[in-house]
């Protein structure tokens, strides 16, 4: 590491870091419930993509901006001003006025009546859970010794699992009896249509969870720089070596693309190729994500704390390197599997790989960085990885399907960028594992 640019000493651990005791498991916990609730109100939007679609008469395209981009503008941009914020302040505040945010929302898309409407308010969406990640991550180095970071970052990720399967399974239910009821009726605006009352009772899911976060305590911690200059202090520790982190941030950017690609198109792909009704997909793909996707998040902490306690060089860049030929596989059988239950176990092993990736992503991260700057860093990498994921993957495959023609245009699009990302991120992943676990080691010096 360059003399320049070498890590601040660190503060003597205080009484509350590295807790050996049970506590640092709530802390956990209510990260994973917030996590679920942000889950649930970023995937609703797929759940309802084609009742959507037909309401507002939207091109695949206006579906994949929605389904991602919109969420992601304000998500990447408040990235890391949230993160110096969240190395200078109160992180449980931050995460609850984030919470609050996101799902007044959430229920603001429901009124939504235009692609633009509904565009504003997933963008707000985004904004609100720009404060999770970052101040999360914090909580978690403060609690966690490294030695079982992964498993505390496992539980935290284990939210996403959860969220996505809530939104998919009892938003299938909710959307389901909507339908046969022939909407919500809501005070003030009458009888709403069934996707509108699904975006509703989601937002109302926070209520429980901010409850809970008050009882989430902020451990002390030495006088730090606020707001502005811990950003700039961070970000030019970053940018400073970002020789050193480039190769990582770019594998978990094309990562999340090889989940995003298919989770943001899932429900519309079930319904098109398989024909499934969209509140069957959500109740289908919601009972993988709640099965599968814990398996595979809590399986990608174990294996990850086990890799790196043997010695393994770089193993964030291998689970990655692999997790990216599995994505290929699954993603391409399950668009042109002949029946649907080889597609829906294609599926399992899909939200198997991709929650695996998870903890790699996460602490791979933090492994890199010194504590003073880690909620930039957890910032900046979720920037990348959200603007890449959520960004670029579902409008990718929204483009590339209103270019191609015939009944299998969506999943020939989804295999298109899931190859594109395999040949990038096996090669780029193998050649920078010494250079990884070289600067891991510098840190630790």
């Given at each position: ?10 503060r003597p651990a205080h009484r509350a870091e590295y ?142 699992n959860f969220g996505l399967g809530l939104a998919f ?50 451990p002390p911690r030495g006088r730090s720089a606020g ?219």
């Amino acid at each position: 590491m360059d003399m320049a640019h070498r890590a601040p000493p660190e503060r003597p651990a205080h009484r509350a870091e590295y807790e050996t005791g049970g506590y640092k498991w709530y802390v956990a916990g209510v990260l994973c419930l917030a996590h679920m609730v942000a889950m649930v109100d970023r995937f609703v939007m797929v759940l309802v993509s084609e009742p959507v679609r037909a309401a507002l008469h939207l091109t695949d395209t206006q579906l994949g901006l929605l389904q991602g981009t919109g969420f992601s503008l304000l998500y990447c941009g408040f990235a890391i001003p949230l993160g110096a914020i969240a190395d200078a302040t109160n992180r449980r505040n931050l995460i609850l006025f984030g919470l609050a945010v996101w799902s007044v929302a959430t229920v603001m898309a429901a009124t939504a009546t235009s692609f633009g409407g509904l565009f504003a308010a997933r963008i707000l969406v985004g904004m609100g859970e720009a404060c999770l990640i970052p101040a999360g991550m914090s909580l978690l180095t403060t609690y966690f010794a490294p030695t079982n970071l992964a498993r505390g970052t496992a539980v935290f990720g284990m939210g996403a699992n959860f969220g996505l399967g809530l939104a998919f399974l009892g938003g299938g239910i909710v959307l389901a009896v909507l339908q046969v009821r022939g909407g919500l009726p809501v005070p003030g605006l009458g009888r709403v249509q069934p996707w509108q009352g699904v975006f509703l009772l989601a937002g109302l899911l926070a209520a429980p969870v901010l409850v809970l976060l008050c009882w989430l305590k902020e451990p002390p911690r030495g006088r730090s720089a606020g707001g502005f200059a811990a950003a700039r202090a961070g970000l030019g520790y970053l940018l400073g070596n970002l020789k050193g982190y480039a190769p990582f941030l770019g594998l978990a950017a094309m990562t999340a693309v090889t989940g995003y690609t298919l989770n943001s198109w899932s429900s519309s792909l079930f319904v098109r190729v398989h024909g499934m009704t969209a509140a069957e997909a959500g109740k289908m793909i919601g009972l993988v994500g709640l099965l599968a996707g814990p398996l595979g998040t809590i399986g990608g902490g174990v294996v990850l704390d086990r890799m790196r306690a043997r010695g393994v060089a770089g193993a964030p860049l291998l689970v990655m390197a692999g997790g990216s030929v599995v994505a290929l596989l699954t993603a391409a059988g399950i668009g042109h599997a002949q029946s649907l239950p080889v597609a829906i176990l294609l599926f399992c092993l899909f939200m198997v790989e991709s929650t695996f990736t998870l903890p790699s992503i996460y602490a791979g991260m933090q492994l890199l960085t010194p504590p003073a700057f880690r909620g930039v860093a957890a910032s900046f990498n979720m920037m990348i990885y959200t603007l890449a994921g959520l960004g670029i993957g579902p409008a990718a495959v929204g483009a590339i399907s209103d270019r191609l023609h015939g009944p299998r245009a969506l999943a020939d699009a989804i295999v298109i960028v899931e190859a594109a990302m395999a040949l990038l991120i096996v090669p780029i992943g193998l050649a920078a594992r010494q250079a990884y676990q070289r600067r891991v080691a510098a840190l630790k010096a």
